[in-house]
């Protein structure tokens, strides 16, 4: 599936772009992590990532042109895919209309941006060179972020293109690029804390700048301006993380070519780049490098006796009969991640009625044709697949249940995008299959296998996680036999699997072993009717126990 990729909003005052110039071109292909193009903003030339793999079928934007943030920019696919459709969507019809706006825009706020003049009640004006520096938005659907850590301290200096800090969104977190040259004067958000998008994030100058002047003369709030003073004097204490210098230039002088990211992840790690080997362009390294560096293993050092390990305080006995202990509670922030599951879990819940159904399904037939699948060349298969198969199959057969509420309308999605709920360290991410009903088995276990893959390393894209219009949560490999969940809105419903179970059966008047699995389906009682949701799973039920049926 071809998958558009659009002018990105690299800066948090980024409006449109100019492409400087193509690293790949029509009929290449692109892995992910590799440079598509460099892109100037607003403040700087940038490299473009992939965050896809396939050829490179069309370019939506030539070298030296300018568009506005979200236009077409490329379009990645399997080679030979029909993209016409992508081409002359609406979206990209309406770009000449919103480079139309963009630069009305840019000329309605040019007098703003020739001079930046404070509010009139303190009559204060910015200093030539300083620089105050916003909470980024650094998703669509953004709205605060967490300084998870700061990577430059008040005094050091910066320079354009240093990694400033990494701030946790609702989506993942990521490393935010400054913009500008100069001295770190005021941070204005503590690692930890969590303020609204635009909210001062840091001040970048000259050495010396009155920073309180300049947090007067800016433009945010009173609330802000209430609390500089305090985040002043926590900016200014000194971190206790040394900072060690990564040299770019190997042994025999030559430049090694890095991400920002990949130096930072060999920063952390104290891995030396003149080591590791480049699989980027003209052999840059990525972050899958560093990721995937193996150094020479140390010889094992001999075990320490359990004697030798054990605490001096270990050997101190307790008076007898006497319980000895200390209570104790720890508070952890909750991740931009975990907040927003709770919310939208919660509408979810108290929005919907939420009704279940649940049956027993033979699987005897299913685990003797995943055996047979799996034991042709470079194929694999799990139960797991096959669910996802069967519920695509069985939702062309019962669209109501592949409905959306909206208030005044229902929607019934002629497409099928099955969500796979995948845990992770934070909580819980729903990539998506898009068309799985008209996927293969094998295909289905690639795909879901690879966004997994993606969800645990912090690698997915957002595009990647958008459009369900049903959802499959699995928790059968955990020993978990039945269980329900709530419905991932805007989704009707979703399945709950649970664990095959070897059990005692009747089959043909005889008590014999057998396989059975439960699954519970939750429904939205505003769109799926109970005997709606009943006929959905005699379908499902259906196919599973005749897996042959899905490979017509």
Not at 32 to 39: F, P, Q, R, S, T
Not at 363 to 375: F, L, P
Not at 519 to 525: G, I, S
Request: hydrophobic share 35%; net charge negative.
């Amino acid at each position: 599936m071809a998958e558009v990729i659009n002018m990105p909003r690299l800066s948090d005052t980024m409006e449109e772009g100019t492409v400087a110039k193509w690293l790949k071109q029509v009929g290449d292909k692109v892995e992910e992590g590799d440079i598509l193009a460099e892109i100037e903003t607003d403040k700087a030339t940038m490299e473009f990532e992939s965050f896809n793999e396939g050829t490179l079928l069309y370019i939506g934007i030539k070298e030296g042109d300018t568009a506005p943030v979200d236009s077409l920019l490329a379009i990645i696919g399997e080679k030979g895919e029909d993209v016409s459709g992508l081409i002359n969507s609406p979206s990209s019809e309406a770009k000449e209309e919103k480079q139309t706006e963009a630069v009305d825009k840019k000329e309605e706020n040019k007098e703003s941006e020739d001079k930046k003049e404070a509010p009139k009640a303190t009559g204060a004006t910015i200093p030539d060179g300083v620089e105050i520096i916003k909470m980024p938005r650094l998703s669509d659907t953004m709205e605060e972020g967490t300084v998870a850590s700061w990577l430059k301290k008040v005094g050091d200096e910066v320079e354009e293109g240093d990694i400033l800090a990494e701030i946790e969104t609702d989506k993942a977190t990521m490393e935010f690029e400054s913009f500008y040259s100069g001295t770190l004067l005021y941070v204005g958000i503590n690692e930890g804390e969590t303020a609204a998008v635009d909210s001062v994030l840091a001040v970048i100058g000259p050495k010396g700048t009155d920073v309180d002047a300049v947090l007067n003369a800016g433009s945010g709030s009173s609330s802000d301006e209430e609390r500089a003073p305090e985040k002043a004097k926590k900016a200014e204490t000194p971190s206790n993380k040394d900072q060690e210098v990564i040299s770019v230039t190997a042994n025999d002088g030559q430049r090694i070519f890095a991400s920002p990211l990949a130096k930072k992840i060999a920063q952390d790690k104290g891995i030396n780049l003149g080591d590791v080997k480049g699989s980027g362009d003209q052999g840059r390294i990525i972050k899958k490098d560093i990721e995937e560096y193996q150094p020479k293993q140390k010889a094992a050092e001999k075990a320490v006796p359990a004697q030798e390990k054990a605490s001096p305080q270990a050997a101190v006995t307790a008076p007898i009969n006497l319980p000895v202990g200390q209570e104790g509670t720890e508070e952890v922030k909750n991740s931009q991640m975990r907040k927003v599951i709770a919310k939208r879990l919660g509408e979810s819940k108290f929005s919907a009625p939420h009704y279940y159904l649940t049956i027993e399904v033979d699987m005897d037939y299913a685990k003797v044709s995943r055996e047979q699948i799996n034991g042709l060349p470079d194929t694999k298969v799990s139960f797991n697949d096959m669910v996802v198969k069967a519920c695509a199959m069985a939702l062309k057969k019962h669209p109501q249940v592949n409905t959306t509420w909206n208030n005044e309308t229902t929607r019934y999605n002629h497409h099928v995008h099955i969500g796979v709920a995948v845990a992770v360290d934070e909580g819980l991410l729903v990539p998506v299959l898009k068309f799985a009903d008209q996927m293969t088995l094998t295909q289905i276990g690639a795909s879901v296998k690879d966004l997994a893959g993606k969800a645990r390393n912090k690698k997915i894209s957002p595009a990647e996680m958008e459009g369900s219009t049903f959802t499959v949560s699995n928790l059968g490999m955990f020993g978990i036999s039945e269980f329900t969940s709530i419905i991932n809105q805007p989704n009707s419903a979703i399945l709950s699997v649970g664990a095959i179970v070897e059990k005692p059966v009747v089959k043909n008047g005889q008590i014999v072993v057998g396989n059975t699995m439960k699954v519970t389906l939750a429904c939205d009682h505003r769109t799926v009717d109970g005997a709606t949701g009943a006929q959905f799973l005699q379908t499902l039920r259906a196919y599973l126990e005749n897996p042959v049926t899905m490979l017509a």
